[in-house]
């Protein structure tokens, strides 16, 4: 049996790698790999990264072991952006594999976090919870559930922490390898994304939504055509 094409997908702060099952039914022909963040979901008992550095090191090898020699992309939703552009920068200076055929981004614009660092360490929980629910994560009948908090406020101040550390303007990367932009205007503002250019200097094509941060609940089958269409399995 022929392998299929992978698309290799990189979530959300403090998400998990199921996150990616609401694409996996509708990329037809595409193999989706979901990765899961050290301290995440069915790697809670590992430890969180402290940095983008130990996070893309960690995944690339994940990549590089469960690559199967076909074509591939790349899916950044959030966080996951940056998570993308790490690891593609260790993906195109080792060459130990190929580049991928198509990127694919989402909810996310390519600037610093300049809030971050205005936010005290004995505010951080308070900050990083109003965070997490401003972006629609959480679910109205969870917002005043202590348990649900308990366990994942420690998620989302790792990182956040991680976010609000990295530097865009620090990040030397530049390849024009076609990529795709997802987001929603009243969750971030085209003026902001296109920023993206500047980082895919090839095919750069953007795709606008409704919704908030999470609109790709509402709209998977449409940005499913997308992916399958870049990578060649419309």
Not at 48 to 55: G, K
Not at 128 to 137: P, S, V, Y
Not at 164 to 170: L, N
Request: glycine share 6%; charged share 25%.
């Amino acid at each position: 049996m022929q392998n299929k094409p992978q698309l290799f997908c990189l979530t959300y702060a403090g998400g998990s790698a199921e996150f990616y099952d609401v694409i996996r039914d509708s990329v037809t022909g595409v193999e989706v790999v979901s990765l899961e963040y050290s301290g995440h979901g069915t790697r809670r008992k590992e430890p969180f990264y402290n940095d983008f550095a130990e996070l893309a090191d960690d995944l690339y090898e994940e990549i590089k072991k469960r690559r199967n020699g076909e074509a591939y992309g790349l899916f950044g939703y959030s966080m996951g952006s940056i998570s993308l552009v790490e690891i593609l920068k260790r993906i195109l200076d080792r060459k130990e594999i190929s580049p991928p055929v198509s990127l694919f981004i989402a909810a996310h614009k390519p600037l610093s976090w300049r809030e971050f660092h205005r936010v005290s360490s004995d505010g951080l929980d308070e900050w990083a919870r109003n965070r997490t629910i401003q972006f629609g994560a959480v679910p109205e009948k969870l917002m005043e559930n202590k348990s649900f908090w308990r366990m994942y406020l420690p998620l989302y101040r790792a990182d956040y922490s991680l976010i609000g550390r990295y530097r865009f303007e620090e990040m030397p990367l530049r390849t024009d390898i076609p990529a795709h932009i997802f987001y929603s205007e009243t969750d971030t503002a085209y003026e902001d994304m296109k920023l993206w250019k500047h980082i895919f200097t090839g095919e750069c094509a953007f795709h606008r939504f409704e919704g908030n941060h999470f609109f790709i609940r509402q709209h998977y089958a449409e940005i499913s055509q997308i992916i399958l269409a870049a990578m060649g399995r419309s």
